[in-house]
């Protein structure tokens, strides 16, 4: 760690501001090639020039945090410039020009924040989940892994098998005087047994993680009105809609922002009993494919007029069924807002509370597993009262385990795994 990292922290494109962030021992030397009038007090954000040896390119805000009381524990620069592409590539090259200085790789502010100390791998991998986070629950879930919820359970938990393997380490070492252990045997074989359901109970609090956004797919007869309803919930003119049957051909997906999440809205193509063309057929065939991947099925209804043949067959393979044109019969449809409040509330339920913090990483998990693996060996030995070298053996082993998931041991391949999923700048 002996470069100095820089990356632009916000999206490339034009913006009110961009974040340029450095981190590493010459930061002192970035401050005084760029920033002359700059003052280097710790934590002040400062309104100053930033310069190339022959320019101004820009007047910006600039933070120093002087390590070891930083994001990575290192010296860290930063810099505000206005979101323009332009200055921020005149910035970063004048930045790069300063010896030791490099652009940096995905995620390598948040490794040398665990190299450093700063964080547990788990709290590292929570920060990804804080970026992905696409509804309240996930969210909030991401920000009990990152205050290091899980990591303290992970601790106190291979704090505990290391008591069991000193019971047993006792044992070896007391073989030959039978006589004197056998409560050593005795404890180790019924903390052992706890510590078993702690591993299998943290093994159920697996949830993956959704990449994808739950899909609300809507379907029914043509011209019901399912792309004016999508039209509605988004508040924004962005399907086609006529009085023609048959509009809407392929399946449109359209992002939905819900008080607790973000879902998919999914336009189909009408159920006809009647095919009138090849194309027809096709597209009513996307639209059964796509009702098979939905979350949940809404059928849209037309009211005002006689329902088709397949409606029975439709209601009850449909999750929620909403009724249209009600306001012909003089009767009012349902109001975009409770319908968004309906949607909310199928895909966002509110919990119970009290729930224990659920864990999103496979490898976190994986590691769990082998150290499951490793305590059931050691109790079939001890309940053998047989072989305890081994015995204590698998249960140096499964700590070991446990302590990967919180990365107190860890190989360079599983971090550069991690480490290289987060985006530049993080
Ligand atoms: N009066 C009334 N007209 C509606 C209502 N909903 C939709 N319409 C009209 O019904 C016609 C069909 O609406 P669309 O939203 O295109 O229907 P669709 O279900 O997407 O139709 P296809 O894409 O052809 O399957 C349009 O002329 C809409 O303006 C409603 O609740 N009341
Ligand atoms: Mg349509």
């Given at each position: 760690m002996t470069d100095t990292i820089i990356a632009l922290s916000t999206p490339v494109g034009t913006s009110a501001l961009a974040i340029v962030r450095a981190s590493g021992k010459a930061v002192p030397a970035i401050c005084k090639a760029i920033l002359p009038e700059f003052k280097m007090q710790p934590r002040i954000a400062s309104l100053t020039k930033a310069q190339s040896p022959t320019e101004l390119i820009d007047n910006l805000l600039a933070i120093y945090f002087p390590a070891p009381n930083s994001y990575t524990g290192e010296d860290i620069l930063e810099l505000f410039p206005h979101g323009n592409p332009f200055i921020v590539r005149k910035l970063m090259a004048a930045i790069c020009e300063v010896p030791d200085v490099r652009l940096a790789q995905r995620g390598e502010f948040t490794k040398r924040a665990f190299l450093n100390g700063k964080m547990d791998l788990t709290q590292s991998e929570a920060l990804g989940d804080i970026l992905c986070a696409r509804d309240a629950k996930s969210l909030s879930n991401a920000h009990r892994l990152l205050s290091g919820e899980v990591s303290c359970e992970i601790k106190a938990l291979a704090e505990r098998i290391k008591e069991v393997s000193a019971l047993l380490e006792l044992e070896v070492d007391f073989a030959e005087d039978i006589e004197s252990t056998p409560q050593s045997i005795f404890q180790g074989y019924e903390k052992l047994e706890q510590i078993l359901q702690n591993l299998q109970n943290l093994k159920k609090r697996f949830k993956t993680s959704q990449n994808t956004l739950p899909k609300a797919v809507?379907?029914?007869?043509?011209?019901?009105?399912?792309?004016?309803?999508?039209?509605?919930?988004?508040?924004?003119?962005?399907?086609?809609?006529?009085?023609?049957?048959?509009?809407?051909?392929?399946?449109?997906?359209?992002?939905?922002?819900?008080?607790?999440?973000?879902?998919?809205?999914?336009?189909?193509a009408g159920l006809a009993e009647e095919v009138q063309s090849e194309i027809d057929n096709q597209a009513m065939q996307k639209t059964r494919e796509i009702l098979e991947k939905a979350n949940l099925k809404i059928l849209v209804m037309d009211i005002s007029i006689p329902p088709p043949k397949e409606l029975e067959k439709w209601r009850k393979f449909a999750d929620l069924v909403v009724e249209t044109h009600a306001d012909i019969l003089g009767k009012e449809n349902i109001s975009v807002n409770e319908l968004q409040k309906k949607l909310n509330s199928i895909f966002f339920p509110e919990s119970k509370g009290g729930e224990e913090a659920w864990i999103v990483s496979e490898r976190q998990i994986d590691c769990i597993k082998k150290a499951e693996e490793n305590a059931l060996r050691a109790l079939e030995l001890l309940k053998q009262s047989q072989a305890m070298e081994l015995a204590a053996f698998e249960m140096r082993e499964a700590r070991n385990s446990l302590c990967s998931v919180i990365g107190e041991i860890t190989d360079e391949n599983v971090l550069d795994t991690i480490f290289n999923s987060y985006c530049i700048g993080k």
């Open positions: 809507f379907f029914g007869a043509p011209n019901a009105g399912k792309s004016s309803l999508i039209n509605a919930l988004v508040k924004e003119d962005r399907l086609l809609v006529s009085e023609t049957a048959g509009t809407t051909r392929d399946f449109v997906e359209v992002p939905l922002h819900l008080p607790d999440g973000d879902i998919l809205l999914i336009d189909t």
